[in-house]
Protein backbone atom coordinates (compact mmCIF):
# COMPACT_ATOMS: atom_id res chain seq x y z
CA UNK A 1 0.00 0.00 0.00
CA UNK A 2 0.97 3.58 -0.69
CA UNK A 3 2.38 5.53 1.93
CA UNK A 4 1.96 8.99 1.75
CA UNK A 5 3.39 12.17 3.98
CA UNK A 6 1.94 15.55 4.34
CA UNK A 7 3.77 18.69 5.01
CA UNK A 8 3.66 22.42 4.83
CA UNK A 9 1.43 23.59 7.32
CA UNK A 10 1.42 26.27 9.75
CA UNK A 11 0.09 29.57 10.96
CA UNK A 12 -1.09 32.04 8.02
CA UNK A 13 -3.24 35.05 8.27
CA UNK A 14 -6.50 35.58 7.02
CA UNK A 15 -6.22 36.62 3.19
CA UNK A 16 -2.78 35.02 2.67
CA UNK A 17 -1.53 31.79 0.77
CA UNK A 18 0.26 28.21 2.40
CA UNK A 19 0.75 25.31 0.06
CA UNK A 20 0.92 22.09 1.01
CA UNK A 21 2.57 18.83 -0.18
CA UNK A 22 1.69 15.17 -0.13
CA UNK A 23 4.48 12.69 -1.13
CA UNK A 24 3.90 9.21 -2.01
CA UNK A 25 6.54 6.31 -1.12
CA UNK A 26 6.39 5.12 -4.43
CA UNK A 27 5.61 5.74 -7.89
CA UNK A 28 1.72 5.27 -7.95
CA UNK A 29 0.13 8.34 -8.18
CA UNK A 30 -0.32 7.31 -12.10
CA UNK A 31 -2.70 4.59 -9.93
CA UNK A 32 -4.50 6.44 -7.38
CA UNK A 33 -6.59 9.19 -6.91
CA UNK A 34 -5.37 11.83 -4.19
CA UNK A 35 -7.31 13.78 -2.06
CA UNK A 36 -6.96 16.55 0.15
CA UNK A 37 -9.50 16.21 3.45
CA UNK A 38 -9.69 18.30 6.54
CA UNK A 39 -11.10 17.98 10.23
CA UNK A 40 -11.98 21.06 12.67
CA UNK A 41 -12.11 20.89 16.09
CA UNK A 42 -15.34 19.14 16.59
CA UNK A 43 -16.08 18.19 13.06
CA UNK A 44 -16.37 15.86 10.83
CA UNK A 45 -13.71 15.13 8.13
CA UNK A 46 -14.73 16.52 4.95
CA UNK A 47 -13.41 16.40 1.49
CA UNK A 48 -11.85 19.57 0.12
CA UNK A 49 -10.21 18.29 -3.60
CA UNK A 50 -9.39 15.86 -5.18
CA UNK A 51 -6.98 15.25 -8.75
CA UNK A 52 -7.77 11.56 -10.72
CA UNK A 53 -5.29 8.48 -11.67
CA UNK A 54 -4.74 10.06 -15.07
CA UNK A 55 -5.11 13.72 -13.78
CA UNK A 56 -7.10 14.85 -16.42
CA UNK A 57 -10.01 14.57 -13.35
CA UNK A 58 -10.22 16.91 -10.46
CA UNK A 59 -12.59 17.78 -7.53
CA UNK A 60 -13.16 21.07 -5.36
CA UNK A 61 -15.13 21.02 -2.82
CA UNK A 62 -17.55 24.34 -2.87
CA UNK A 63 -16.42 26.46 0.34
CA UNK A 64 -12.87 26.20 -0.86
CA UNK A 65 -13.57 26.24 -4.67
CA UNK A 66 -11.83 29.57 -6.85
CA UNK A 67 -9.33 29.43 -3.50
CA UNK A 68 -7.53 26.35 -3.83
CA UNK A 69 -6.15 24.60 -5.98
CA UNK A 70 -4.78 20.42 -6.79
CA UNK A 71 -2.00 19.55 -8.54
CA UNK A 72 0.84 16.86 -8.87
CA UNK A 73 4.32 16.31 -10.06
CA UNK A 74 4.71 13.09 -10.90
CA UNK A 75 8.05 13.25 -10.71
CA UNK A 76 8.54 13.99 -7.59
CA UNK A 77 5.71 11.49 -6.44
CA UNK A 78 3.65 14.89 -4.85
CA UNK A 79 0.31 16.28 -4.79
CA UNK A 80 -0.28 19.63 -3.71
CA UNK A 81 -3.01 21.69 -2.06
CA UNK A 82 -2.39 25.37 -3.66
CA UNK A 83 -4.71 27.41 -0.75
CA UNK A 84 -4.82 31.55 -1.55
CA UNK A 85 -7.30 33.78 0.40
CA UNK A 86 -7.38 31.49 3.54
CA UNK A 87 -9.96 32.52 6.10
CA UNK A 88 -9.82 31.64 9.22
CA UNK A 89 -12.75 28.53 8.91
CA UNK A 90 -9.91 26.97 6.89
CA UNK A 91 -8.26 25.93 9.77
CA UNK A 92 -8.45 22.37 10.51
CA UNK A 93 -5.82 19.32 10.16
CA UNK A 94 -5.34 18.64 6.64
CA UNK A 95 -4.91 15.14 5.70
CA UNK A 96 -3.86 13.53 2.23
CA UNK A 97 -5.65 10.33 0.92
CA UNK A 98 -5.40 7.56 -1.53
CA UNK A 99 -7.94 5.79 -3.39
CA UNK A 100 -8.23 3.90 -7.08
CA UNK A 101 -8.52 5.57 -9.62
CA UNK A 102 -11.43 8.01 -9.40
CA UNK A 103 -11.98 10.93 -7.18
CA UNK A 104 -14.65 10.98 -4.32
CA UNK A 105 -15.69 13.67 -2.19
CA UNK A 106 -16.59 11.41 0.78
CA UNK A 107 -13.41 10.75 2.93
CA UNK A 108 -15.12 7.26 3.57
CA UNK A 109 -14.72 6.44 0.37
CA UNK A 110 -10.60 6.42 0.72
CA UNK A 111 -8.12 3.91 2.19
CA UNK A 112 -4.94 5.20 2.69
CA UNK A 113 -4.16 8.18 4.56
CA UNK A 114 -1.05 10.42 6.55
CA UNK A 115 -0.88 11.70 9.38
CA UNK A 116 -2.24 15.39 8.49
CA UNK A 117 -0.89 18.83 9.01
CA UNK A 118 -2.01 21.81 10.82
CA UNK A 119 -2.82 24.60 9.34
CA UNK A 120 -4.15 27.49 11.36
CA UNK A 121 -5.60 31.11 9.80
CA UNK A 122 -5.60 33.67 12.14
CA UNK A 123 -4.38 37.32 12.87
Known amino acids: QVQLVESGGGLVQPGGSLRLSCVAS????????IGWHRQAPGKAREGVSC????????YVAEPVKGRFTISRDLAANTVFLQMNSVKPEDTAVYYC????????????????WGQGTQVTVSS
Open 97 to 112: AARNTYCSGDPRDYDN
Open 26 to 33: ESTLDSYA
Open 51 to 58: ISSSGRST
